[in-house]
């Protein structure tokens, strides 16, 4: 069975609105999650390590005032795509690990379409 | 920081025949080597991995190897199926944990009946 939930799994909407993304650990707890960007045809890149408790470890060249990051429980983090624009339109994708030297587990996705 | 180089972009192979996917990384801390298949518009799931104190690891028909002095990995599938098409995405760990990844650029591979 799946071992992450990520909702919601495709959203449209309007140039300037704030989208929230939920990632779920079903499985473990996991104190560290991690969100992905990929854009049609590309690879996944990491923009953000998530830790339970504590800020969020960003990527070189992600906005963090754009892309919030929380982190309040041990199976739920979010991330809020503020003041969306059409070029934040892409595939986001969360991922989780049970700990320290353990394989990551993917959630289904979010396609985000910014008109 | 870590870069992960990864070929061919595209693989087309009949029905039966094997297909072979390479990758090199750069951050010789990287310690850990999954590798995901993706189907289009769905989420990457694990096919295999290996890690650094193991050389080859088999599953089946697919299988990894590694080479930590050249730092190279490759992707081999034997007796490949239509349902094998999709794509393909080598990963290293960044430094000494296994957490953090870094993607190869992917390969499309498409399996003809």
């Known amino acids: 069975g799946a071992v992450v939930s990520q909702h919601p799994s495709w959203v449209i909407c309007k140039s300037g609105t704030s989208v929230k993304i939920e990632c779920r650990s079903l499985d473990f707890q996991a104190t560290t999650m991690f969100w992905y960007r990929q854009f049609p045809k590309q690879s996944l890149m990491l923009m953000a390590t998530?830790?339970?408790?504590?800020?969020?470890?960003?990527e070189q060249g992600v906005e963090k005032d754009k892309f919030l990051i929380n982190h309040a429980s041990l199976t739920l983090s979010t991330l809020t795509v503020t003041s969306a624009h059409p070029e934040d339109s892409s595939f986001y994708i969360c991922s989780v690990t049970p700990g320290a030297n353990q394989p990551q587990h993917f959630g289904d996705g979010t396609r985000l379409s910014i008109l | 920081g870590e870069n992960v180089e990864q070929h061919p972009s595209t693989l087309s192979v009949q029905e039966g025949d094997s297909a072979v996917i390479k990758c090199t990384y750069s951050?010789?801390?990287?310690?850990?080597f999954p590798w995901y298949k993706q189907e289009l518009g769905k989420r990457p799931q694990l096919i295999i991995d290996i890690r650094s104190n193991v050389g080859e690891k088999k599953d089946q028909r697919i299988a990894v190897t590694l080479n930590k002095t050249a730092k190279h990995f490759s992707l081999h599938i034997t007796e490949t199926q239509p349902e094998d098409s999709a794509v393909y995405f080598c990963?290293?760990?960044?430094?000494?944990?296994?957490?953090?990844?870094?993607f190869g650029t992917g390969t499309r591979l498409l399996v003809s009946p």
């Open positions: 990963a290293a760990s960044i430094g000494t944990g296994f957490q953090k990844l870094v």
């Open positions: 998530s830790n339970e408790g504590s800020k969020a470890t960003y």
């Open positions: 951050d010789s801390a990287s310690n850990y």
